[in-house]
């Protein structure tokens, strides 16, 4: 059975940051591009980042360029996103998805950026 | 970047049918753009239904369908059921970035 786990998220203050995690099991992480993707509160979904199978490429909303990193450590099955000098925009739950045609999900994680 | 437009809602009787359609800023949605559709309940994170235009993944109810039409890509549900009132969303990809559609409500009434 495919499962993909996130942590790491929580309550920062502006200008803080978070290491977000997605474990993944059930399926062959490392032949899989990777994706993060959040949703703020009552909002739509939005793509921030993702990374190929390798790690050799990775991609970034605009919004995030700069200040988010995704990577991924195959040895692992495991997937991150560091956020750093984050803004009261970023609050969002933020979901790992990817393996074959994005059929995979976690159940996201919820970051909160508040002072 | 990219914009990509989603009706902001819709509304189809129990058993009918309706067409969700996904346009794109830069001009036509193409099978370039690789189409993908997602259904996301209250609560709950999405569930992907379509890729690559019309392809079905294994769980995915035959009632749904995907095509381009019209220069956009287009979710059909034939035979609505109760349990189809959801949130569906589009996904393009241009090379590497990925970009959402703003999501559409159907309800199922």
């Known amino acids: 059975e495919v499962h993909l786990v996130e942590s790491g998220g929580g309550l920062v203050q502006p200008g803080g940051s978070l290491r977000l995690s997605c474990a993944a099991s059930?399926?062959?992480?490392?032949?899989?591009?990777m994706n993060w993707v959040r949703q703020a509160p009552g909002k739509g979904l939005e793509w921030v980042a993702n990374?190929?199978?390798?790690?050799?490429?990775?991609y970034y909303v605009d919004s995030v360029k700069g200040r988010f990193t995704v990577s991924r450590d195959n040895a692992k099955n495991s997937l991150y996103l560091q956020m750093n000098s984050l803004r009261v925009e970023d609050t969002a739950v933020y979901y790992c998805?990817?393996?074959?045609?994005?059929?995979?999900w976690g159940q996201g994680t919820l970051a909160t950026v508040s002072s | 970047q990219a914009v990509v437009t989603q009706e902001p809602s819709l509304t189809v009787s129990p058993g009918g049918t309706v067409t969700l359609t996904c346009g794109f800023s830069?001009?036509?949605?193409?099978?370039?753009?690789?189409p993908y559709w997602f259904q996301q309940k209250p609560g709950q994170a999405p569930t992907s239904l379509i890729y690559?235009?019309?392809d079905k993944h294994s769980w995915t109810p035959a009632r749904f369908s995907g095509s381009l039409l019209g220069g956009k890509a287009a979710l059909t549900l034939s035979g609505a059921q109760p349990e189809d009132e959801a949130d569906y969303y589009c996904?393009?990809?241009?090379?590497?970035?990925?970009?959402f559609g703003g999501g559409t409500r159907l309800t199922v009434l």
């Open positions: 690559d235009t019309s």
């Open positions: 830069t001009g036509d949605v193409t099978s370039t753009h690789y």
């Open positions: 996904l393009l990809t241009y090379g590497g970035p990925w970009v």
């Open positions: 998805a990817g393996g074959p045609y994005c059929g995979y």
């Open positions: 990374i190929k199978e390798d790690g050799s490429d990775k």
């Open positions: 059930g399926f062959t992480f490392s032949n899989f591009w």
